[in-house]
């Protein structure tokens, strides 16, 4: 079983930074994808960025040129780095790994508010 573990979100001013760790623990596969997701309530959690082995990324329009996902592969671990932050990104914040064997494993959250 893959645990995730998140880490770094909170309370920040519009134009603010965070980054937020998500690190992976337990029985760990070749790892094919990490990324970032995020839901408010009422709505679908949607994809923020995601990384494959390779190095490739994706990041939801709505975020590019102020988010950016990196990893440290030796520690299993996803970044996400936030500049800019506005109050539309305010939401529950979800890492999630692709891994050989487990398939989907998600972390359990945790909550970015951007307000003044």
């Known amino acids: 079983q893959v645990r995730l573990v998140e880490s770094g979100g909170g309370l920040v001013q519009p134009g603010g930074s965070l980054r937020l760790s998500c690190t992976a623990s337990?029985?760990?596969?070749?790892?094919?994808?990490m990324g970032w997701y995020r839901q408010v309530p009422g709505k679908q959690r949607e994809l923020v960025a995601v990384?494959?082995?390779?190095?490739?990324?994706n990041y939801a329009d709505s975020v590019k040129g102020r988010f950016t996902i990196a990893t440290d592969n030796a520690k299993n671990t996803v970044f996400l780095q936030m500049n800019s932050l506005k109050p539309e990104d305010t939401a529950v914040y979800y890492c999630?790994?692709?891994?050989?064997?487990?398939?989907?494993?998600w972390g359990q959250g945790t909550q970015v508010t951007v307000s003044s």
């Open positions: 999630r790994f692709v891994t050989g064997g487990q398939g989907n494993s």
């Open positions: 337990g029985s760990i596969d070749t790892i094919y994808v």
């Open positions: 990384i494959d082995s390779g190095g490739g990324t």
